[in-house]
C-alpha cells in the first residue's frame, strides 16, 4: 500500500464508514503452493465484544475455497472510483500527474461456518441488498426447497479483522490553489471524478485552516 501520512483519514470511524459504503470486496489469499488466489464478493460487518468481522459466502470447490481452507490468512481490499489528475493543474510546474483514489486493506483470519449460519446470513445479505424484507427477492419470501438446494453449492464465513490500514489519496500534499483547480477540473468530469471532487470537498476545512 502507498502508505504516507498525508494520505490519511482524521479518525478510524471515517474508514470504517468507507469500508461499509463500499462492501463489495477483493478477497485474497495465498495457497498450499504460495500461488496467490482472489474473488469478489459482497460483505457484512457485525462488531462483537470489541472486534470487527466480515461476512460472506463463497461457492464450494473454487481455488479460492480451496485455498481459505488451507491458509486461514486472508486480505480484503476495499476500493473507490478513481480518477487522473492532471499536472496542467499545479502551479509548479515539472512535478507529475497522478490518480487520486481511496482504497482499505483489511488483514485478517478466515473461518467457515455452518449451515445454520449460512442460512441466516443469506437472510441478512438479501435484506440489506434488497431494501426491503418484503421483497419477493427476500430469502423467506422464497421455495425452501429451492434454497436449501442452492445453499449446497456455497459456504458461509467471517473474518476475523486483525489489522486495518488505509491510504485516501486526495491531492492532501498540494497546496490550496492546487487543490482547488483539482476540485474544479473534477466537477466536470465523470462520475469518477465527480465523486473524488465530492470526496476532496468534504475534508477541504481540515486541510486549508483560514
Given at each position: 500500500?502507498?502508505n504516507?501520512p ?10 470504517l ?11 485474497c ?37 480451496n ?24 502551479e509548479q ?106 470526496e ?11
Amino acid at each position: 500500500m502507498y502508505n504516507l501520512p498525508y494520505f490519511k483519514a482524521k479518525d478510524d470511524k471515517e474508514v470504517l464508514a468507507f469500508m461499509k459504503a463500499n462492501p463489495f470486496i477483493t478477497l485474497c489469499g495465498i495457497d498450499t503452493n504460495n500461488k496467490p488466489v482472489a474473488t469478489h464478493i459482497p460483505v457484512l460487518f457485525e462488531e462483537r465484544e470489541g472486534k470487527l468481522f466480515l461476512q460472506a459466502h463463497i461457492m464450494r470447490k473454487q481455488n479460492h475455497t480451496n485455498a481459505f481452507e488451507q491458509n486461514s490468512n486472508v486480505l480484503a481490499l476495499f476500493v473507490s472510483n478513481y480518477t487522473y489528475v492532471s499536472a496542467s493543474l499545479y502551479e509548479q510546474k515539472n512535478i507529475a500527474s497522478t490518480l487520486n483514489y481511496m482504497a482499505v486493506h483489511v488483514s485478517g483470519t478466515i473461518k467457515f461456518l455452518g449451515d445454520e449460519e449460512l442460512y441466516n446470513l443469506l437472510v441478512k445479505l438479501t435484506d440489506t441488498f434488497e431494501g426491503n424484507p418484503n421483497s419477493v427477492a427476500a430469502i423467506k419470501n422464497m421455495d425452501a426447497a429451492y434454497v436449501q438446494n442452492n445453499m449446497k453449492a456455497i459456504v458461509a464465513f467471517e473474518i476475523e479483522v486483525t489489522d486495518i490500514q488505509h491510504v485516501f489519496k486526495l491531492s492532501q500534499n498540494h497546496s490550496k490553489k492546487d487543490y482547488e483547480n483539482i476540485v474544479d477540473s473534477l466537477q466536470s468530469k465523470d462520475a469518477d471524478g465527480k465523486f473524488i471532487a465530492t470526496e476532496m470537498e468534504k475534508i477541504k476545512d481540515d486541510l486549508f485552516v483560514n
